[in-house]
T-cell receptor, first 113, second 113 residues
């Protein structure tokens, strides 16, 4: 089946630093999504992207839908301790069972105050 | 709205025991799904349903059964638990298969001894 390669697997950063993570796929997706999972909770949607080249922001978070439609990037500016968690990318094809979301393995973010 | 609810929050089973993980949503979503989350593996789809009376297998269906008798409920059954099923289980829902915004429950942490 399709796989998403998400990197890095983990990051240890200082409060105030910027963060970048990305996902790549061998498949072309129609939608890219970014989720955040706080410890002990379910994932929560951060940003949804629908068009190649699209750049969308949500507060300090900015995500981009790659031109090739096979990748996506998430940036977090001026990180704060509550940014700690696991960030997942997810891609969606269209039609039939391809409406199911395909998830990356996650990027675990740790922020040192 | 309560969103997506899951019970229990934690469960310990012995090998060979059976149990049902409960999931309910009050958003009138047609699509519901079950994922398992294992360290370093991300979220893997077990089973999904596109409406009452309709279920289908995901990426890792073996050892799990589901049914969808109502729009609101989507229970996951383990008929004979195995240690390999130790994991965190998430239920999720969205309006339809082709829609992207998916809402997750808080998860059930299952340990099989």
């Amino acid at each position: 089946g399709q796989q998403l390669n998400q990197s890095p697997q983990s990051m240890f950063i200082q409060e105030g630093e910027d963060v970048s993570m990305n996902c790549t796929s061998s498949s072309i997706f129609n939608t890219w999504l970014w989720y955040k999972q706080d410890p002990g909770e379910g994932p929560v949607l951060l940003i949804a992207l629908y068009k190649a080249g699209e750049l969308t922001s949500n507060g300090r978070l900015t995500a981009q839908f790659g031109i090739t439609r096979k990748d996506s990037f998430l940036n977090i500016s001026a990180s704060i301790p509550s940014d700690v968690g696991i960030y997942f990318c997810a891609g969606q094809l269209s039609g039939g069972s391809q409406g199911n979301l395909i998830f990356g393995k996650g990027t675990k973010l740790s922020v040192k105050p | 709205n309560a969103g997506v609810t899951q019970t229990p929050k934690f469960q310990v089973l012995k090998t060979g025991q059976s149990m049902t993980l409960q999931c309910a949503q009050d958003m009138n979503h047609e699509y519901m799904s079950w994922y398992r989350q294992d360290p370093g593996m991300g979220l893997r789809l077990i089973h999904y349903s596109v409406g009452a009376g309709i279920t289908d297998q995901g990426e890792v269906p073996n050892g799990y059964n589901v049914s969808r008798s109502t729009t609101e409920d989507f229970p996951l059954r383990l008929l004979s638990a195995a240690p390999s099923q130790t994991s965190v289980y998430f239920c999720a829902s969205k309006p339809g298969l082709s829609t992207d915004t998916q809402y997750f429950g808080p998860g059930t942490r299952l340990t099989v001894l």
